[in-house]
């Protein structure tokens, strides 16, 4: 069972002006001479993390880390007053991609994405299938309203009805029949101390649910207050406006990956993100390896996950 590569620090990073008043963190780890390869975080509105170096070879891997708009260590940050996220939408992150791609003078490189970061891989790849090498992709997420309609409109609750009450605690009686609209109204509302509950409760639903078994340190995590705000306020944000999509855009679109190798990776139990998803982006995109991992949730590092990735990015490496 393979689990991560040894800890590993930055050689380089920075910031990278993309316009709008918008600049995104970025790092790049392992071996300069590498095989290029990019993370890409979930939420959206999530961050990158040292752990994430770890899913690659580091002899082998040119490793880039970013942080999306308004997240993680990129500014402004989602939980700032006032925060504007017009300029804030997945076409807007693959344009930052190809800016970050264009300056660390990469020709192609290997996408890498799980949940919301497989969603912007495939936006990304659909739209510039030339630079993509191959895809590594984990826990499919395409934003279709039958999938946002499961995890946050009451189709999930079925399976954790104590962590639903959590999620519904913030919301008015009467706006409980379109919890993602009464939450968008929450988490913009200007006084904190509505806000701030509201982005604790929703971060919190996301965090009791992706892992098989119950993770507390997870959990703690998705719960502070300023890593809340953020998440919360960009992944509701997107799911208001349906990822900026056709409905089943990417499913539909996925011809355009046709020649590019990839890896389908879903944990049997997702609850976040049911493996239907994973099967009709295989059904559609029969080129890539379909890996169903029998005994997993959601999360990038349970182990039948972890293993299966890391045998694709090894597999990749050349």
């Known amino acids: 069972m393979r689990s991560f590569y040894p800890e590993i620090e930055p050689y380089e990073s920075g910031m ?69 996220l017009s300029t804030n939408t997945t076409w807007h992150l693959v344009d930052d991609l190809e800016l970050l791609r264009q300056f660390l003078r990469i020709d192609r490189w290997l996408v890498f994405g799980g949940s919301w970061g497989s969603t912007l891989a495939l ?46 605690a913030p919301v008015p009686i009467d706006e409980r029949n379109a919890l993602i609209q009464a939450y968008h109204r929450l988490l ?72 590019i190798p990839g890896a389908i990776i879903q944990g049997r139990y997702d609850i976040c993100t049911p493996a239907v998803t994973a099967w009709d982006l295989h059904r559609a995109w029969p080129e890539a390896e379909f890996v169903m991992v029998p005994d997993a949730g959601h999360a990038f590092d349970e182990p039948g996950i972890l293993d299966a990735l890391i045998e694709a990015t090894d597999r990749f490496a050349g």
């Open 188 to 259: 913009n509302d200007p006084d904190p101390a509505v806000h701030g509950p509201a982005a604790v409760a929703w971060s919190v639903w996301e965090a009791s649910t992706i892992t098989l078994l119950p993770r507390p340190d997870v959990v703690s995590t998705f719960a502070d207050p300023h890593y809340a705000l953020a998440f919360a306020r960009i992944e509701n944000h997107y799911f208001v406006n349906r990822g900026f999509f056709d409905d089943g855009q990417l499913i539909r679109d996925a011809s355009a990956l046709v020649d």
């Open 16 to 84: 990278l002006d993309v316009g709008d008043g918008q600049s995104i963190y970025w790092e790049t780890s392992g071996n300069p001479n590498g095989k290029p390869a990019v993370f890409l975080h979930g939420g959206p509105g999530g961050e990158s993390h040292p752990n994430h170096r770890r899913l690659f070879d580091p002899e082998r891997y040119r490793i880039v880390l970013l942080d999306q708009r308004g997240s993680g260590s990129s500014l402004p940050h989602a939980s700032d007053a006032g925060i504007d």
């Open 123 to 168: 936006a990304y790849a659909e739209t510039h299938p030339g630079h993509v090498t191959e895809l590594v992709l984990r826990g499919i997420f395409t934003l279709r309203k039958s999938e946002l309609d499961w995890f946050y409109e009451g189709g999930a609750e079925s399976v954790f009805p104590d962590a639903w009450e959590g999620f519904l």
